[in-house]
């Protein structure tokens, strides 16, 4: 499924290798990103937000996928966390080497849901606003 590839795509900006190891960008701390996170308005009407857990890991496969999409289902921007404590951010035009934006809408939660590996979950615009500044988003 497209949704949970991992890699680099050839052309886009990179930031680091990943979060923290990369040390490109450092994030808030947990209670400053959710006092600024409190009153976050998403930039578009229509906009959602998604977490996918995959619920059994395998190495460092992905763990968490956290997307803020556009009504479409098509993402705006986009976090994955892997369970060595790296962070992969995408958003516009930048990606880091592990995470990207998809050019195919994201499935569906219902979708999503028919895999036994993977739960998925909405969640609200602070919550997503809360991890992207976590994680060290722009």
Same mark, same amino acid.
């Given at each position: ?5 991992? *890699? &680099?795509?050839? *052309?886009?900006?990179?930031?680091? +290798? @990943? ?15 959710? &006092?600024? +996170? /409190?009153?976050?308005? =998403? ?7 998604? %977490? ?6 395998? *190495? ?12 479409? @289902? ?5 976090? %994955? ?8 951010? +995408?958003? @516009? &035009? ?12 994201? =499935? &569906? ?10 739960? /998925? ?7 997503? %606003? ?6 060290? *988003?722009?």
């Amino acid at each position: 499924m497209r949704f949970w590839t991992v *890699g &680099s795509k050839v *052309g886009r900006p990179k930031l680091s +290798a @990943g979060f923290p190891d990369g040390g490109a960008r450092r994030g808030f701390d947990r209670a400053a990103a959710e &006092s600024a +996170a /409190a009153d976050f308005v =998403p930039p578009e009407p229509g906009m959602w937000y998604l %977490q996918v857990t995959r619920t059994r890991v395998r *190495g460092n496969e992905l763990l968490v996928t956290l997307s803020e999409l556009f009504d479409d @289902g098509t993402e705006f921007r986009k976090i %994955q966390r892997f369970p060595d404590g790296r962070t992969g951010l +995408a958003g @516009g &035009s930048i990606d880091t080497e592990l995470t990207w934006l998809d050019e195919e809408p994201v =499935p &569906s939660i219902e979708d999503l849901s028919n895999d036994p590996n993977l739960h /998925a979950v909405r969640i609200s615009p602070s919550e997503f %606003q809360t991890e992207w500044l976590v994680a060290g *988003g722009w």
